[in-house]
């Protein structure tokens, strides 16, 4: 079993910045990608952003891009999620998880081990 425990979320203005992590447990998260989701209330759980395992290459909902950078440090067993020029729809509960097939796709049914998430408010 694959434990992912994220933090980093808060209160923020319309404007504001702030980093996400995840911590995943393991010897092996080198080999997993690793995405970013978000549900608001009355809101189905919706994709951020992914990377991949070996080449690194990253992928993001075009809500976020531009605005959002997802990385990740395999020596620490982290991935971070960059969060910039924040809007009030950017509200939600975030989510981290692990692709063990390492491809990193903007379907959570692909993933197989999710975060208990951590929240995210920006106010108006």
């Known amino acids: 079993q694959v434990q992912l425990v994220e933090s980093g979320g808060g209160l923020v203005q319309t404007g504001g910045s702030l980093r996400l992590s995840c911590a995943a447990s393991?010897?092996?998260?080198?080999?997993?990608?690793m995405g970013w989701f978000r549900q608001a209330p009355g809101k189905e759980r919706e994709f951020v952003a992914a990377i991949s395992r070996t080449t690194g290459n990253t992928d993001y909902a075009d809500s976020v891009r531009g605005r959002f950078t997802i990385s990740r440090d395999n020596a620490r067993n982290t991935v971070y999620l960059q969060m910039n020029s924040l809007k009030p729809e950017d509200t939600a509960v975030y989510y981290c998880?692990?692709?063990?097939?390492?491809?990193?796709?903007?379907?959570?049914?692909?993933?197989?081990?999710w975060g208990q998430g951590t929240q995210v408010t920006v106010s108006s």
């Open positions: 998880a692990a692709d063990l097939r390492g491809r990193g796709t903007r379907s959570g049914v692909d993933y197989d081990y």
């Open positions: 393991g010897r092996t998260f080198f080999m997993y990608a």
